[in-house]
């Protein structure tokens, strides 16, 4: 199998972001690396196998972690 950089931009070929562009963050193995797309991509920051992702000869910087928005749960009666 191919090793991609970390920086390095591609797209996906399968699933539901099938032919959106993504970034690699990390290496996780020679198979796996996780993704991330812009924020208005549809790109989630996920796991992805290598054999799903074509490079396509850009480099990037690699976007910073968003956080995930948590809606508190209110417990109890309202006062």
Do not use: W, Y
């Amino acid at each position: 199998m191919r090793a991609l950089d970390v920086g390095t931009v591609c797209v996906k070929t399968t699933g539901r972001e099938a032919g959106k562009k993504a970034v690699v963050a990390q290496v996780v193995d020679d198979n796996f690396v996780i993704i991330d797309g812009a924020d208005n991509s549809g790109v989630r920051r996920r796991k992805c196998n290598i054999a799903h992702l074509i490079p396509i000869g850009e480099s990037a910087q690699v976007p910073p972690q968003r956080e995930r928005k948590v809606k508190e749960k209110r417990k109890g009666k309202k006062e």
